[in-house]
């Protein structure tokens, strides 16, 4: 495994980035969603990336693990606004799929990190 010297070189962070992306996209394209929830849906987001980025800048795997988990939580709290989108067709039922697959691929990319970081201290 290569050594990360900056969090842009996690895979987590890589895929929270194209998630935020994607959400981005579709919502600029919207109408049918309103402002509050387009609005929660983008601060969800960025903090999925964001937290990554935060924890990994504290230098310590304690601090770090910290903020994984308030990006795995942000996470799932995306999915489930995705699912209110779904329910209420209000957005492209592939363009959502696409999403759910996103955040499960970065979800599981940040619970792998975590999982390795607390390994690592039993080291």
Do not use: P
């Not at 987590?12 to 509050?36: H, P």
């Not at 929660?40 to 230098?59: D, K, P, T, W």
């Amino acid at each position: 495994m290569a050594k990360i010297e900056k969090f842009e070189d996690l895979d987590c962070w890589k895929e929270s980035r194209i998630l935020v992306k994607n959400i981005y996209s579709n919502l600029n394209q919207n109408n049918l969603i309103d402002y509050d929830t387009k609005s929660q849906l983008r601060r969800a987001s960025l903090s999925i990336m964001n937290n990554i980025a935060e924890g990994f800048g504290r230098y310590s795997n304690k601090e770090f693990i910290r903020f994984l988990e308030y990006s795995s939580s942000s996470a799932a709290e995306v999915k489930s606004m995705i699912y209110v989108l779904e329910d209420l067709n209000y957005s492209d039922a592939k363009y959502l799929k696409e999403i759910h697959d996103q955040i499960d691929k970065t979800r599981k990319l940040v619970l792998g990190l975590i999982r390795y970081l607390k390994n690592r201290k039993l080291d």
